[in-house]
């Protein structure tokens, strides 16, 4: 019980893996882009749905920063040291 009080105290975890996906919206209509985000080594799950062009500039994000940290309270990703 006390364990899990303390997960939900928890307001920022690091981003510890990314899947990213795109599915088909029918013919001839724009798919749509997302990323799940795998905080904490699995602790929690967060699926994000930028547009196609938030997207690119969220990969170089991904890849320049050091470490991603996401805020589950305000849905805030933070990019630590990026280069």
């Known amino acids: 019980m006390?364990?899990?009080?303390?997960?939900q105290t928890v307001?920022?975890?690091r981003v510890t893996d990314i899947h990213s996906n795109w599915s088909?919206?029918?013919p001839l209509e724009p798919g749509k882009f997302?990323?799940?985000?795998?905080?904490?080594?699995?602790?929690e799950e967060v699926l994000i749905m930028?547009?196609?062009?938030?997207g690119k500039l969220l990969r170089d994000l991904l890849?320049?920063?050091?470490?991603?940290?996401?805020?589950t309270?305000?849905?805030?990703?933070t990019f630590g040291n990026v280069e």
């Open 2 to 7: 006390a364990e899990q009080q303390s997960e």
């Open 11 to 13: 307001k920022v975890r």
């Open 24 to 26: 088909s919206q029918g």
């Open 34 to 43: 997302s990323y799940q985000l795998v905080l904490d080594d699995g602790a």
């Open 50 to 54: 930028p547009t196609a062009e938030d």
């Open 63 to 71: 890849h320049d920063a050091d470490a991603v940290y996401w805020d």
């Open 73 to 77: 309270e305000r849905e805030i990703m």
